[in-house]
């Protein structure tokens, strides 16, 4: 599985915490990655340049899962 708004937060998940990343999935818990608060916004920020669109405060309250994220901006991804 690998949509470009996957492979954009494992990138800057991996250049924002110096890990590889390889172990990151869909279902890997946002309170399980290898970054803090700010880096998380850090990569959002960069999604939503990259792909457009926005995440709201209350969106990214209601996510759980790295595969939440993804499909806020590619809602085919599985």
């Known amino acids: 599985m690998s949509t470009e708004a996957f492979s954009l937060a494992r990138t ?22 290898p970054i803090d608060s700010l880096d998380l916004f850090t990569m959002i920020s960069e999604m939503e340049d990259a792909l457009g669109g926005s995440v709201s405060d209350d969106a990214l ?13 590619d809602p085919s991804a599985s």
């Open 12 to 33: 800057a998940i991996a250049r924002l915490s110096k890990t590889d990343g390889a172990d990151l999935t869909m279902d890997t818990p946002l309170s399980d990655l």
């Open 61 to 73: 309250d209601e996510m759980k899962t790295l595969g939440d994220l993804v499909r806020h901006f």
